[in-house]
């Protein structure tokens, strides 16, 4: 099987099969196409291989982002967010120039395509685009200062792991202090490879934590089946898969139902 992946006018093709791959180059000759050798850069995503595995990271991305925001001369943060901080849509005077907040979120969105890390972060600072604040902008210098410190991780897929699908599922209960609705984060593995991770404030407000990690676990329950189809296109078998909860009230309730 070979597998032709098309984003836009850029195209990868992966496959076991070296002699198939040579095969489908045959495309050269009917389309006006260039071919740039093995993986090493695409949109922005710097690849690595061996026989150990396949790295991925974002190194030359993040640095241009901390050159274009005059944040190469940051002393590096060690945490993503200040823990304590409790932002707000209407705390702290607004921007004058908006577009700066939007167009800074747009970049990291980007960045979280391989930093699982700052994932929830991004997530949060997102909320505040339409009427972004100077706190808000702060909490965006503060994330930029983490990356100075961290522009080399990314991603790591090792080649000798097993195909066992697992999602581990946590949630921020009531953390928006404007709606009091509970953030779904959940990290899914294929085997130790990670290969989906989420951060999305839920839809309604719940009463009890049990409540929020209920609504969480079928969020990443969804997305465990949505990848297990996703792998059986690739002729990869599923067997079973594993949703993993610290909530123990939540998971009798996913066990045995609401009465």
């Given at each position: 099987?070979v597998?032709?992946?098309?984003?836009?006018?850029?195209?990868?093709?992966?496959?076991?099969?070296?002699t198939?791959l040579?095969?489908?180059?045959?495309?050269l000759?009917?389309?006006?196409?260039?071919?740039?050798?093995?993986?090493?850069y695409?949109?922005?995503?710097e690849?690595?291989?061996?026989?150990?595995?396949?790295?991925?990271?974002q190194?030359?991305y993040?640095?241009?982002?901390?050159?274009?925001?005059?944040?190469?001369g940051k002393?590096?943060?060690?945490?993503?967010?200040?823990?304590?901080?409790?932002?707000?849509?209407?705390?702290?005077?607004?921007?004058?120039?908006?577009?700066?907040?939007?167009r800074?979120?747009?970049?990291?969105?980007?960045?979280?395509?391989?930093?699982?890390?700052?994932?929830?972060?991004?997530?949060?600072?997102?909320?505040?685009?339409?009427?972004?604040?100077?706190?808000?902008?702060?909490?965006?210098?503060?994330?930029?200062?983490?990356?100075?410190?961290?522009?080399?991780?990314?991603?790591?897929?090792?080649?000798?792991s097993?195909?066992?699908?697992s999602?581990?599922?946590?949630?921020?209960?009531?953390?928006c202090?404007?709606?009091?609705?509970?953030?779904?984060?959940?990290?899914?593995?294929?085997?130790?490879n990670?290969?989906?991770?989420?951060?999305?404030?839920?839809?309604?407000?719940?009463?009890?934590?049990c409540?929020?990690?209920?609504?969480?676990?079928?969020?990443?329950t969804?997305?465990?089946v949505?990848?297990?189809?996703?792998?059986s296109s690739?002729?990869?078998?599923?067997?079973t898969?594993?949703?993993?909860?610290?909530?123990?009230?939540a998971?009798?309730?996913?066990?045995k139902?609401?009465?």
């Amino acid at each position: 099987m070979v597998v032709l992946l098309v984003y836009v006018d850029n195209i990868i093709l992966a496959g076991k099969d070296s002699t198939l791959l040579t095969s489908v180059r045959i495309l050269l000759k009917h389309f006006k196409l260039r071919d740039l050798g093995n993986l090493k850069y695409f949109l922005g995503f710097e690849i690595a291989r061996n026989s150990s595995g396949i790295s991925l990271c974002q190194r030359r991305y993040a640095l241009q982002l901390l050159e274009d925001t005059s944040s190469l001369g940051k002393k590096p943060a060690g945490l993503p967010i200040i823990p304590s901080q409790k932002l707000s849509l209407h705390d702290g005077e607004l921007l004058h120039d908006s577009q700066l907040y939007r167009r800074l979120i747009g970049r990291l969105l980007y960045l979280t395509h391989t930093r699982p890390d700052i994932a929830y972060t991004v997530h949060h600072l997102s909320h505040f685009v339409a009427s972004p604040r100077q706190p808000h902008l702060l909490a965006v210098h503060h994330l930029l200062s983490y990356i100075k410190g961290t522009h080399g991780l990314g991603i790591f897929f090792s080649s000798s792991s097993n195909l066992q699908l697992s999602d581990f599922v946590d949630v921020d209960y009531a953390s928006c202090p404007d709606t009091r609705r509970s953030v779904t984060d959940f990290y899914m593995f294929l085997g130790t490879n990670i290969v989906s991770w989420k951060a999305k404030k839920q839809q309604t407000v719940s009463w009890y934590s049990c409540e929020a990690k209920y609504r969480a676990m079928a969020s990443a329950t969804c997305e465990l089946v949505w990848f297990a189809s996703l792998l059986s296109s690739f002729h990869v078998s599923v067997s079973t898969a594993s949703l993993y909860c610290d909530n123990q009230s939540a998971m009798h309730l996913a066990i045995k139902g609401v009465s």
